[in-house]
């Protein structure tokens, strides 16, 4: 509660001491006095996790993301072969699969369509589930069903990676309290709000604007 909710709260309490008598008098003086004395919360403060504890493809991941470039590391694995060739070798048309395009110019932002420009920007890789993969991943629905979310899943983990190329990755620090690994661009996608206490959501809009 800040200075000025302080003042706006004792002053609606003190308003109603015309009303009582004496006796009850004192038991709302001391709920003024409770309210003007309380503590301050601690400020909520955003950060970017620049080393984050779980990596993006250390986790237990659908898709297979596989990767051709000379200087960074965008993936699972890098084949020896040549993209066409690795292609026809491993992937059965009735899995999933997307391409992976990557824009890099002052950073690297990577996602499944191609990018608007055609300078620092083009097609680096696949990202696919077998049938095997899809089907032990979603069991108990058709194969068709399966398909469809394992598109989707495939679409999140390209996501996600990106997020963590971009440095989109967060935690926070209220009081003592502290956690870290939150992903996404958008405070809603980061889940942050459900690991505070109710009393620091007041706090939450301005602590993302001003995150660091």
């Known amino acids: 509660m800040t200075n000025q909710e302080k003042l706006e709260a004792v002053t609606a309490v003190l308003a109603q ?3 009582l008598d004496l006796e009850d008098r004192w038991a709302v003086l001391e709920q003024a006095l409770e309210i003007s004395t ?7 403060k955003i950060m970017q996790d620049t080393d984050p504890a779980i990596k993006p493809r250390e986790c237990d991941n659908l898709g297979l993301m596989v ?3 000379s200087r960074y590391v965008l993936g699972d694995s890098q084949p020896t072969c040549c993209s066409k060739t690795w292609f026809e070798d491993n992937v059965d048309p009735k899995g999933v699969y997307l391409p992976l395009f990557i824009y890099d110019h002052s950073g690297i932002t990577m996602q499944t369509k191609p990018f608007t420009c055609p300078f620092d920007s083009g097609q680096i890789g696949w990202i696919y589930a077998s ?3 899809i089907k032990t991943a979603f069991p108990g629905v058709t194969f068709e069903e399966a398909q469809v979310h394992a598109l989707k899943a495939l679409e999140f983990e390209v996501k996600d990676f990106d997020c963590h ?4 990755v967060w935690g926070f620090e209220y009081g003592d309290d502290s956690c870290w690994g939150f992903v996404g661009d958008e405070l809603e996608a980061t889940g942050i709000k459900e690991y505070l206490p109710e009393v620091a959501h007041s706090q939450l809009e301005a602590a993302w604007e001003a995150r660091t």
């Open 38 to 44: 309380a503590a301050k919360p601690p400020e909520l």
């Open 165 to 168: 190329l971009r440095g989109q």
């Open 131 to 133: 049938p095997e993969a």
């Open 17 to 19: 001491l015309e009303e």
């Open 67 to 69: 990767y051709w470039h």
